[in-house]
């Protein structure tokens, strides 16, 4: 009976250690103690609402990203998305405009339901997705296949804000730009509200911040092209293999009370 619960204990230890650095037996991207950052290129659509164009209140903004390392921010360390891709949708609206700052909330009859402003796929397989993909809908469809890997959702306490340099509020500005230039600077907080690959995480904290470029050259209709860093907080091994120990103790202790 002890033997059994020691190999049941290890079994969860190993399947933790496998999960946290992305173990090649499921091909999952590689996670970092303390933090992992996901680098990734976007194509951003706006939905001008009200036509006026200008990016104002009640207009939406949706990304679809293309995630291609994890990255260990603290020895600048990249490592490649293996045997597959990361991909993602990010949906926002406009929620107010003052001083040169955008606030924004989560977007309305979208892919992603109630508060959800960013979900992730995991496609372990051919490459679906590229940033030439041919229009928004085919962008679409091949940034959300694969299996769900995780949604962040604004709750509260979280926030999305960008601060718009000079033409990052006018649409055509922004399309016409260069791909290296800088049109708004936009930081968000956001709370992990699933988590279906059972990734192991200090908190539920899902941030980022990235820059918003220029759509000069773009030919499916996107209106920019955006670089953002994703970061999540990664729990030490060690923490892992205490909470094994302890479960194994446990066993222990509760076998020796049925002998006794």
Not at 149 to 163: C, F, K
Request: with cysteine.
């Amino acid at each position: 009976m002890i033997t059994n619960k020691c190999k049941t204990m290890m079994t969860v230890l190993g399947a933790s250690f496998a999960l946290l650095y992305g173990a090649s037996a499921i091909s999952a991207p590689v996670l970092f103690f303390p933090q992992t950052s996901f680098e990734d290129d976007d194509l951003d659509y706006v939905i001008d609402n009200d036509n006026d164009g200008k990016i104002s209140v009640g207009d939406d903004l949706v990304a679809y990203f293309k995630i291609n390392s994890t990255f260990d921010p603290n020895i600048n360390n990249f490592t490649p998305i293996p045997g597959g891709e990361l991909t993602g949708i990010a949906e926002i609206t406009v929620t107010g405009f003052a001083g040169g700052v955008f606030t924004f909330g989560a977007m309305a009859g979208g892919v992603l339901a109630g508060n959800e402003v960013i979900k992730l796929w995991f496609d372990n397989g051919v490459d679906t997705f590229a940033l030439n993909c041919a229009n928004q809908v085919a962008c679409a469809s091949a940034a959300t296949s694969g299996a769900h890997y995780l949604t962040a959702s604004l709750e509260a306490g979280d926030s999305w804000t960008a601060i718009a340099f000079p033409g990052g509020d006018d649409i055509a500005t922004v399309a016409g730009g260069g791909s290296t230039t800088t049109y708004a600077v936009a930081n968000f907080s956001t709370t992990i509200t699933a988590n279906p690959f059972n990734l192991p995480l200090l908190s539920n904290s899902f941030i980022g911040s990235g820059n918003i470029l220029g759509g000069s050259g773009l030919t499916n209709g996107a209106t920019a092209r955006s670089d953002f860093d994703f970061t999540i907080n990664v729990p030490e091994p060690g923490m892992l293999a205490l909470f094994a120990v302890g479960l194994l103790g446990f066993g222990f202790a509760n076998n020796k009370k049925r002998q006794a």
